[in-house]
């Protein structure tokens, strides 16, 4: 077998495609958040609670209501999306006029009592998602064995910020969003429902998030803390990729994911830190985050 | 104003605390449990522990030397600080007689030192840390169904006599998966075996894939799984998953049988384990067993039989002495012989260690399980003495 410094072609290989399924996650968790950021200015701190949502609402809905997976696919990131509108609406629209700290105490408040519910029904102890029939199986890469479910997570992924990205810049409700950011009273003016259009925009923002929620199911344990352990590397993420810039977040995510990936094969006690020290070096020399704009 | 909210809290949280739980007034005798109620190691223990020991105290007749039999139960979440504080509350506010200390190394280390400043007799079930009865012991801790120094020669000398004399450690971060190891990678080398390496996996891990194939990427022969609870059978199935169970033999160097039971007999057939107490041993532990089905819909676990036969033996040990003195009970405990459905011939040696028979099973094929939960064959039947080995002397209470 070739080796490079010392280690196997084949386990740094492997390493770097396991990297990158982590990674499909942290770009599609930071697009949302780059997306309420960059549309809402809200810190949101419940994203990682919207992402166990999601993932508790396929378990549940397949346990309880026999919905499988593909169903849950749409079902789930819906649901939790109206929930997050409701949230916006009945809370986060309150705060808009203060400090962007109150929004983000709001939103961590919001993740404790989400956390919190579903610890008191549910336990700590995690409960497994089945992978679906369809993406049973493995794949032979030669240098390691991949089951085809890790597989579609990538490609899901980009597809869904393919399409997230495609939305925002290059449609006419994207460009309207892009609108309500730069000068809302203006919009207003036009007769456009801004209040509205944020809400939706929240909404879809955690449904993003409950989407990935869905996909990590099979993956990962269930368990009510799932998203808090992921929230502070997808935060990391988004400084990186630069606050708001959909693109960065997307690019940084992937990125971030195959760098932790090939740390772990040199110095795997490192890999846990990887991203936030990358994330002091950004914020040293380079403030606005790699894509930022300003 | 500050001041005013701040006056304000203060009041609402001191009514929140509620009035104190009176001090027992002696006319009652306590008993505690402080368990992973919720997390990764619910299943070994946990709630069936909680029914063990309640069934144990009802056929006791829920009264000893006349007084009414109290138990108590929390939930120490995986956190040594949770645990000793809820030891020391029970012990200074609802005076507690003794205390079951359930899954957890790292907790019961923490909730021995509380046992020895307090004199409270501490029996560890769940938890596997032989240090517990070595660096970490106490004139009050009783090491009852198993230890990691058990464990590794049930297990990996069973393994590494069969031939296979590379190993490569999955291990779980803490003060378990690291004495599990330490243990292990011993009777590796003095059976002429080696160690290859070792990749540390936090407590609870969501994703042990790239842990598995570092471990894959070591070349070993063995893939010794130094972890228990969820994560054992978490990192089994991801091991099956990505097809390292094919190049490299697992080694579960802790697995209870509600582990087994999650994986099926399809993914931990041929696995090798060593146990305390299995049900379907004798008619003495079967029917234990049948009663603790009715109960849990579950076949009990050796740390099952084990908080029932340690919350029996100690009451038993306070009937003879006539007290719940903690230092005449644990000089009752240290020299009566322990005879029930758990342990045949069983003692408390001054270590703390119980001493009895382990055995080193093997799972079944589906073909081979004839009936539910039909699981285990025996390979080998252990002395206590060659189980858990000699007194190491590292315990002050026990010179070598």
Not at chain 1, 1 to 15: D, E, R, S, W
Not at chain 2, 42 to 61: C, H, L, P, S
Not at chain 2, 120 to 138: Q, W, Y
Request: charged share 15%; proline share 3%; aromatic share 10%.
């Amino acid at each position: 077998m070739t080796h490079v410094l010392g280690i196997p072609v084949a386990v740094i290989l492997g390493q770097l495609v396991l990297g990158l399924v982590n990674g499909a996650f942290y770009a599609m968790l930071s697009l949302g958040l780059a997306v309420i950021f960059g549309l809402m200015g809200v810190v949101n701190f419940a994203h990682g609670a919207f992402y166990t949502l999601g993932a508790f609402a396929a378990l549940l809905g397949l346990q309880w209501f026999g919905i499988n997976y593909w169903a849950a696919l749409v079902l789930a990131p819906l649901a939790v999306g109206i929930l997050g509108i409701g949230c916006e609406r009945l809370f986060l629209r309150h705060v808009y006029k203060l400090e962007p700290l109150y929004g983000l105490l709001l939103t961590f408040g919001l993740a404790l009592v989400v956390e919190g519910t579903l610890r008191e029904f549910f336990g700590s102890s995690g409960r497994s998602y089945p992978v679906p029939a369809a993406l049973q199986g493995v794949m032979n890469l030669g240098f390691m064995i991949l089951p085809i479910y890790r597989a579609w997570v990538i490609l899901a992924s980009l597809f869904i910020c393919a399409g997230t990205w495609y939305l925002i810049e290059r449609t006419r409700l994207g460009a309207t969003l892009r609108a309500a950011t730069e000068n809302a009273p203006l919009l207003q003016a036009f007769g456009v429902n801004v209040p509205l259009l944020v809400a939706m925009t929240y909404g879809g923002g955690v449904a993003l998030a409950a989407l990935a929620g869905v996909l990590a199911a099979p993956v990962i344990v269930v368990t009510p803390y799932m998203g808090n352990s992921l929230v502070t590397v997808v935060f990391a993420v988004v400084v990186i990729g630069g606050m708001g810039s959909i693109f960065g977040s997307v690019v940084s995510g992937l990125t971030l994911g195959i760098i932790e990936g090939f740390t772990k094969v040199i110095y795997p006690e490192a890999s846990n830190i990887v991203v936030f020290v990358i994330m002091a070096l950004v914020l040293i020399l380079r403030p606005a985050g790699l894509f930022g704009k300003e | 104003m500050k001041i005013k909210i701040l006056a304000a809290g203060l009041v609402a949280a001191l009514a929140a605390a509620g009035p104190r739980t009176a001090l027992a007034a002696g006319n009652e005798i306590v008993i505690g449990d402080i368990d992973d109620l919720s997390g990764t190691y619910a299943d070994a223990q946990g709630a069936g522990g909680v029914e063990a020991i309640k069934m144990a105290i009802a056929d006791f007749g829920g009264t000893v030397l006349g007084k009414k039999i109290t138990f108590l139960v929390a939930d120490h979440q995986n956190k040594p600080d949770v645990g000793a504080s809820k030891f020391r509350e029970w012990s200074d506010q609802n005076g507690l007689n003794m205390l079951i200390g359930g899954s957890n190394t790292g907790v019961t280390i923490a909730m021995a030192k509380v046992a020895a400043a307090k004199k409270v007799p501490l029996f560890s079930i769940g938890a596997g840390g032989a240090s517990l009865t070595n660096e970490d012991c106490t004139a009050y801790t009783v090491h009852y169904v198993y230890d990691t120094t058990a464990l590794a020669n049930g297990t990996a000398s069973t393994i590494v006599k069969s031939g296979a004399k590379t190993w490569f450690y999955l291990t779980a971060d803490y003060a378990f998966g690291t004495q599990l190891q330490n243990a292990a990678s011993k009777v590796v080398e003095a059976n002429g075996g080696k160690n290859l390496g070792a990749v540390r996996a936090p407590l609870a891990s969501a994703d042990f894939s790239s842990f598995l194939l570092q471990a894959q990427g070591s070349g070993a022969a063995v893939l010794g799984l130094a972890n228990a609870g969820a994560d054992f059978s978490n990192s089994l199935k991801a091991a099956n998953e990505f097809g390292i169970t094919k190049t490299m033999k697992p080694a579960a160097l802790l697995a209870f049988i509600s582990d087994i039971h999650r994986l099926g007999l399809q993914t931990a057939q041929g696995l090798y384990l060593t146990t305390g107490w299995y049900w379907d041993l004798n008619d003495d532990t079967r029917a234990f067993a049948k009663r603790f089905f009715d109960k849990m819909k579950a076949e009990p676990t050796m740390d099952h039989a084990g908080a029932y036969s340690a919350t029996m033996t100690y009451l038993k040990a306070v009937k003879a002495v006539g007290s719940a003195d903690s230092d005449k009970v644990m000089a009752e405990l240290k020299k009566t012989k322990i005879n029930d459905m758990f342990a045949k011939g069983g003692y408390v040696r001054a270590d703390g260690v119980m001493v009895h028979t382990m055995y080193v099973m093997q799972v079944k094929s589906p073909q081979e399980s004839k009936y539910p939960w039909d699981y285990y064959k025996i390979m080998k039947q252990m002395s206590g003495e060659e189980a858990f080995g000699p007194i190491t002397g590292a315990c002050a209470l026990a010179p070598k």
